[in-house]
């Protein structure tokens, strides 16, 4: 009989990244509700010290795979190691946070154990000794309620949603073998970081974004500006990207990253659907559009009808004033 | 360089979204289908590999037999054959897809199998890697440069902070992520051409999917929102509502 909530820990550098501790909250949530144990797996090479600060993110237990050959997060690798551990530990629900890295280790995982996986979700509950996932589909346009016809389930979560919990379930480590083959197909030979202290869009709490309005690349040092002041991260239109003034990885859309930050600037942007099917789910949105009737007031918290190139700077300076003062 | 790009039809991205009478599924009466941006960025590039390294290019779809059309526009943009899967199940779950895409590769030989990173109805970006998986490929996913040698390729992906050089052996399994390759649309001549090149039409056959759809319904609304102000005036209360109500300063 499955039993239990098992999570994959994404980590970089020693610490576990901020999307798999708010899994590991949902997962708390839900192995509470069934009264079952919150299990954390870490792949990788020297993953020992993970366990303390996934036992504070409330993991009962932490599986270490660890092994010189994972060092690099080969999908395959990765894949086998947590369908490994998931056969073992015959888990209800395998949740996995819905980054690059997570999405992928859990499609694997998924097709492995031959089961079900909903991918991106904004909620889990658990309900009759089963679950139901929600997830935005035709780019956000709709929500899409889903529930498994087998378990285990697994779900990739957005990051941004969920909340990390602050009880400590003790994240008793234990060691695991890592019995797969096939790593080594794949072999990453360089990382080339993103610019020092550029802060990472899919993760940030506050983004602030640029479109056409901002008229050229070179006003774009009033995005970073008003980013610096605010510890956010940079986004961009389609429009600018494909314009060649902006790196798309700053996009934000459709054909772009999907993020959900607690606060959403959108300055110089039109806000077509593309656009808001990357950023809708946004807790607070601000618009800074010089036209009126811009889509991007319908959804809005908060509008400035004005022109980004004038409001920006003195925003930024009154922002800075008002945090000093 | 053989290359398999597997492609999938969807509603165009403006399409406004209408839930069907079932509560479960779109409805589907005048919407207009395309094939998946992603998809066409992965045919666009294994037309640059074919480019310089020859072989062949099939395209491989599961749909409806309308989506005959987006496999002739894919012969049209470069590719030398199609096969369509026919399927009227109106949203497969990927887990079933998957296997029945992989039951056709096994007689698909190829060195690279082509998926755009996610599918522009679905989201859900499962079914190249769980291809990957069912055939134990190496898979290399967010693919943004390429280059292929003997026996291997060296890629660029983006991952969330950063970029990465990835050499894989093939064959493998890549799926396509925007700035790889810009879609090339049909030249009249292409088109033409696209008339005579061969497209295999089979039943695609059936398996079991693991999740059941519950409902499709419209997002919750966006609580109501408020223009603040007009221009340079209006940034002191801007502030202000950041401060205290949003407070994040």
């Known amino acids: 009989?499955?039993?239990?909530?098992?999570?994959?820990?994404?980590?970089?550098?020693?610490?576990?990244?901020?999307?798999?501790?708010?899994?590991?909250?949902?997962?708390?949530?839900?192995?509470?509700?069934?009264?079952?144990?919150?299990?954390?797996?870490?792949?990788g090479s020297g993953v020992e010290?993970?366990?303390?600060?996934?036992?504070?993110?409330?993991?009962?237990?932490?599986?270490?795979?660890?092994?010189?050959a994972l060092a690099e997060n080969s999908i395959a690798g990765h894949g086998k190691a947590v369908a490994e551990a998931a056969r073992k530990m015959a888990p209800?629900?395998?949740?996995?946070?819905?980054?690059?890295?997570?999405?992928?280790?859990?499609?694997?995982?998924?097709?492995?154990?031959?089961?079900?996986?909903?991918?991106?979700?904004?909620?889990?509950?658990?309900?009759?000794?089963?679950?139901?996932?929600?997830?935005?589909?035709?780019?956000?346009?709709?929500?899409?309620?889903?529930?498994?016809?087998?378990?285990?389930?697994?779900?990739?979560?957005?990051?941004?949603?969920?909340?990390?919990?602050?009880?400590?379930?003790?994240?008793?480590?234990?060691?695991?073998?890592?019995?797969?083959?096939g790593a080594g197909?794949?072999?990453?030979?360089?990382?080339i970081a993103a610019a020092e202290g550029k802060i990472e869009l899919a993760e940030a709490s506050i983004v602030v974004s640029g479109g056409r309005g901002l008229k050229g690349p070179e006003n774009f040092s009033l995005i970073e500006e008003l980013a610096r002041e605010l510890g956010a991260a940079v986004g961009a239109s389609r429009a600018v990207v494909d314009a060649g003034w902006r790196p798309h990885e700053?996009?934000?859309?459709?054909?772009?990253?999907?993020?959900?930050?607690?606060?959403?600037?959108?300055?110089?942007?039109?806000?077509?659907?593309?656009?808001?099917?990357?950023?809708?789910?946004?807790r607070t949105i601000v618009a800074i559009n010089n036209d009126e009737s811009a889509p991007i007031f319908n959804v809005a918290t908060y509008g400035l009808v004005g022109d980004a190139l004038e409001v920006l700077p003195a925003l930024t300076a009154a922002i800075r004033e008002a945090k000093n003062g | 360089m053989r290359q398999v790009v597997c492609v999938k039809r969807v509603p165009g991205t403006d399409t406004r979204i209408k839930v069907g009478a079932d509560g479960r599924t779109i409805d589907a009466a005048n919407v207009q289908y395309v094939l998946s941006p992603y998809d066409e960025i992965a045919l666009a590039c294994a037309v640059e590999l074919r480019e310089k390294h020859g072989?062949?290019?099939?395209?491989?779809?599961?749909?409806?037999?309308?989506?005959?059309?987006?496999?002739?526009?894919?012969?049209?943009?470069?590719?030398?054959?199609?096969?369509?899967?026919?399927?009227?199940?109106?949203?497969?779950?990927?887990?079933s897809t998957a296997v029945l895409l992989a039951n056709r590769l096994k007689d698909l030989p190829f060195?690279?199998?082509?998926?755009?990173?996610?599918?522009?109805?679905?989201?859900?970006?499962?079914?190249?890697?769980?291809?990957?998986?069912?055939?134990?490929?190496?898979?290399?996913?967010?693919?943004?440069?390429?280059?292929?040698?003997?026996?291997?390729?060296?890629?660029?992906?983006?991952?969330?902070?950063?970029?990465?050089v990835v050499e894989a052996d093939l064959p493998c399994v890549l799926t396509a992520q925007k700035g790889l390759a810009e879609p090339r649309y049909p030249s009249l001549k292409g088109i033409m051409a696209a008339k005579k090149k061969p497209l295999e039409e089979a039943a695609a056959g059936d398996a079991p999917s693991h999740v059941e759809i519950v409902s499709l319904a419209p997002p919750p609304p966006r609580p109501e929102g408020r223009i603040v102000g007009k221009g340079l005036e209006a940034v002191p209360e801007l502030v202000r509502i950041l401060k205290e109500e949003v407070k994040v300063l």
């Open chain 1, 92 to 181: 209800a629900l395998i949740l996995f946070p819905a980054t690059v890295e997570g999405k992928d280790v859990a499609a694997w995982v998924a097709a492995a154990l031959d089961t079900g996986l909903a991918t991106d979700c904004i909620a889990i509950e658990a309900k009759d000794g089963s679950f139901l996932a929600r997830r935005p589909v035709y780019a956000g346009k709709a929500i899409l309620t889903v529930k498994p016809t087998k378990l285990p389930f697994v779900a990739s979560l957005r990051p941004n949603v969920f909340a990390v919990s602050a009880r400590n379930g003790g994240g008793a480590a234990e060691k695991v073998a890592f019995e797969g083959t």
């Open chain 1, 49 to 68: 010290s993970l366990a303390g600060e996934a036992g504070k993110a409330g993991a009962d237990r932490v599986l270490l795979v660890d092994d010189p």
């Open chain 1, 1 to 43: 009989m499955p039993q239990g909530v098992l999570v994959y820990l994404e980590h970089r550098q020693g610490s576990i990244k901020k999307p798999s501790r708010e899994a590991l909250g949902c997962g708390r949530l839900c192995a509470d509700a069934t009264s079952q144990e919150l299990v954390a797996v870490a792949v």
């Open chain 1, 185 to 191: 197909r794949v072999r990453t030979t360089e990382h």
């Open chain 2, 111 to 164: 060195d690279l199998l082509w998926f755009g990173n996610k599918a522009a109805d679905d989201d859900g970006g499962q079914v190249g890697v769980r291809v990957a998986c069912l055939l134990d490929l190496p898979v290399v996913t967010f693919v943004t440069r390429i280059e292929a040698a003997e026996g291997k390729i060296t890629v660029h992906r983006e991952v969330d902070g950063e970029t990465q």
């Open chain 1, 250 to 282: 700053e996009q934000v859309g459709q054909t772009g990253k999907t993020v959900a930050p607690q606060l959403y600037f959108a300055c110089g942007i039109s806000g077509a659907i593309q656009h808001l099917a990357g950023m809708s789910t946004s």
């Open chain 2, 55 to 95: 072989g062949e290019i099939t395209v491989l779809t599961l749909g409806p037999s309308e989506a005959q059309k987006e496999m002739r526009t894919c012969l049209a943009m470069g590719a030398d054959q199609g096969v369509l899967l026919t399927d009227t199940t109106a949203f497969r779950d990927p887990s």
